[in-house]
């Protein structure tokens, strides 16, 4: 037998935008890199582009013609750029400048590039790169969000030195990590969740004692995190509603960040139901102070007490929705009898399935490794301690098996009426 090494990009039309950032000097290691995965790579360079890296390097490593201009009739009439734009099945552009994303959120296209990107209905992938003091202005924050919410992918940016002798986020992500996004998107396309809507909640939550105190968890959001992005990387589109965590997005992933068990509440009803499979990974507090002094509390006695109420169960909410109920997944942290709590909180909250994980002295809370139970109505699976990563892949394997189970109404599914 012969094994046949296939590249994991192999057939794919991938078309490579390079602007004006000086991290083009990167590019021609991405197209190299791509071709090794067996993409068949087009280079589109901005005429800033030109001047960082000659277009004679990018057709050397292509193997194609460079494209620059909209004008160019002898390019036009090999390929024209409609045909160009309905040829890609990926658009990347690395390095994306400033200047480019704030050209694709507002809609304006003045050149090649930029009007390809208007036609093609290929999905989008921008590796940014630039000042970090650009990254961090208003104006960058506010394009990136509307490209976001249109569903392009960013890969990046890092954070480290800069070319421009300073340190921050802005630098383009390396080729290495391009391309295992691209190949993630790939793959997505026909993964386990394709087209699914998944809602995750991840991280802990803050309920404040006065202006400056709150009282919040040990957890880290790692968990969550990985659950969101194994999703994406399973093809569903993603929505995460972090607490305050210091974990960078996945690629693909829509973020909104709230602070206190009420704001996350708030944030997850408001689209539960739009949603096909929920995840509460979040370590929502379970009691918050009944009152939030005006001001800051004095050390003006000897002891304190702090009158503590329930906070809304967001979980628990999710699963009593009357109408297009998602599938809905908890977690249960416990430090001791873990099947047993879990198996317990899969009852009394009426859930899908329940992701049960040993916390305490050195497990759990922000550590990368864990090991899990996962566990449904009549059926279990045991997952031995490995990666967050990809504890979360084989969570999310286990919930896409179990989603089509309910929703193709299969014998062993869940009992769960609505999971289409
Ligand atoms: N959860 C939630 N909202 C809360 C509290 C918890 O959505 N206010 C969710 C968590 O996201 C997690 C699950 O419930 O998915 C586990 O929560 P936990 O606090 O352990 O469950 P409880 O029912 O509060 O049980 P116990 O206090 O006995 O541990």
């Given amino acids: 037998m012969y094994a046949i090494s296939m590249g994991r990009l192999t057939g794919k039309h991938i078309l490579l ?32 582009a030109g001047r960082m890296v000659s277009p004679t390097v990018f057709q050397a490593v292509s193997g194609h013609p460079v494209r620059r201009d909209l004008w160019d009739e002898q390019a036009e009439a090999a390929m024209g750029h409609i045909e ?60 990136r969000s509307v490209l976001a919410a249109r569903g392009v992918r960013f890969v990046g940016p890092a954070e480290g030195a800069q070319a421009c002798g300073e340190t921050g986020p802005g630098r383009m992500s390396e080729p290495a990590d391009i391309v295992a996004a691209l190949v993630g998107l790939a793959e997505a396309a026909d993964g386990a969740l394709a087209g699914q809507r998944v809602l995750v909640t991840a991280g802990p939550t803050r309920e404040p004692i006065d202006p400056v105190r709150f009282v919040s968890n040990r957890s880290s959001g790692k968990m ?61 507090s379970d009691y918050r102070p009944g009152r939030i002094a005006d001001q800051k509390i004095k050390k003006k006695t000897e002891t304190l007490d702090l009158h503590m109420v329930k906070c809304a169960d967001v979980l628990a909410a999710v699963s009593a929705l009357p109408r297009e109920r998602p599938f809905t997944v908890g977690f249960a942290a416990e430090t001791e009898k873990l099947e047993e709590h879990a198996l317990d909180k899969l ?53 896409a098996a179990r989603y089509v189970a309910a929703a193709t109404g299969g014998a062993s599914a869940t009992g769960r009426s609505n999971a289409s």
């Fill in 17 to 48: 935008g390079i602007s004006g950032g000086i991290a083009a000097y990167k590019s021609p290691d991405l197209v190299r890199r791509l071709r090794d995965q067996g993409a068949e790579v087009r280079v589109v360079m901005t005429q800033g």
């Fill in 84 to 143: 160009l734009a309905r040829w890609a099945n990926c658009v990347v552009i690395a390095p994306a400048t400033a200047h480019v994303m704030a050209l694709l959120a507002s809609g304006l296209a003045p050149d090649l590039l930029t009007t390809l990107c208007l036609a093609t209905t290929a999905p989008l992938v921008l590796a940014p790169a630039m000042n970090h003091a650009m990254w961090t202005h208003p104006a960058t924050r506010d394009n």
């Fill in 224 to 284: 969550g995190f990985a659950v969101a992005q194994a999703a994406s990387e399973a093809g569903a589109r993603v929505t995460l509603i972090a607490g305050p965590v210091h974990i960078a997005t996945p690629p693909g992933v829509e973020r909104l960040d709230v602070e206190s068990a009420a704001e996350m509440y708030e944030a997850t009803l408001a689209r539960a139901a739009r949603a096909d499979i929920y995840i509460g990974a979040a370590a929502v």
């Fill in 347 to 399: 009852q009394r909250k009426g859930l899908d399935m329940i992701v049960a994980n040993r916390v305490g002295a050195n497990l759990g809370f922000d550590r990368d490794d864990n090991s899990a139970v996962l566990l449904w109505p009549g059926g279990r699976e045991e997952v031995a301690q490995t990666s967050k990563v990809e504890l979360a892949r084989r969570i999310i394997a286990a919930i």
